[in-house]
């Protein structure tokens, strides 16, 4: 894989990677997340199953565009008091839009992580003819008082921000000791190295992930047009989330008309590698599924 770069409108320019031939296959990841935390084990399982998969830094992080202006602090986001240059989903949702365009995609599966799971949401209820499939996982509506952050991990997302390679991996270990799943041994290891080429990639990521945050913030509460997504809709979360709590999950589920949720037991808010393939196999049987309806459709 190499990285390329789409200049997808609006002063922004994403870059990602592209692995396999096949059915189109987006992976939007989460808040502060560059395009390697869809890891390369998970990509190729994806890939050998006959996809076409794309994986990309959002706005923010990683190399693609950074917007620059200072991010709210926790009191501004109380307050919601915005920059006027904050962004929200919807605006992250043009930039998906933007890469569909630069591949050549008329329609694509759409399968988002967290935040990456918003963007999806945003896309299949405005875009509806450019969305395949999609499948949101440990993600939320933004409905009050559901899928919210436990107090503890509030406090650790607003500590104080690394200022050294070192001191970011290491804040890492801690975020995913913390958030991660409790029912998969903890691949220090891995973290580390997932985190070290983050930090490669975009020193001081803080800023960033603090204007992917108040795009969040800023969008609200979107269950009214979530309920409008048409898309066959695939909704996975772990039973152990301390990021986004499993209530999250549920009310996706039950906001989006014939929508599957499947609970993982052990599964907290990462993706342990003992769960690629489960992973992997249920995204495929639910595009598959899809692509079969497509098939046999009359007049296709």
Known sequence: MTEQSADVGR??????????????????????????????????LLADRGYDVVRFDNRDVGTSTHLGFRP????????K???PRQYDLGDMALDTLGLL?????????LVGMSMGGMIGQTVAARYPD?????????????AARVGRPALS??????????????EHTDAAVLMYRHIGSAGYPLDEARIRATAGTTWDRDPRPAAGVGRQLAGIMKSGDRTHEVATITASTLVLH?????????????VT??????????????MGHDLPEPLWPTLADLIDTHVTTVESRSTDAPNH
């Open 72 to 79: 709210p602090g926790p009191l501004d986001m109380l307050r």
């Open 101 to 109: 365009d630069t591949l050549g995609w008329q329609r694509a599966h």
């Open 153 to 166: 991990t509030w406090a650790r997302m607003f500590g104080k921000p690394a200022r050294t390679r070192a």
């Open 11 to 44: 002063g922004i320019t994403l870059t990602y990677e592209r692995q396999g031939q096949g059915v189109p296959l987006l992976l939007i990841a989460g808040l502060g997340q560059q395009k390697h935390e869809w890891h390369d084990g998970l990509v190729a």
């Open 253 to 266: 589920a039950a906001a989006i008309a014939g929508a599957r949720l499947h609970t993982l037991p052990g």
């Open 130 to 142: 450019r969305v395949s499939s999609l499948s949101s996982i440990f993600s939320t509506t933004g």
């Open 81 to 83: 008091r915005w920059d």
């Open 238 to 250: 772990g039973d152990r989330d301390r990021m986004v709590n499993p209530t999250g999950g549920k």
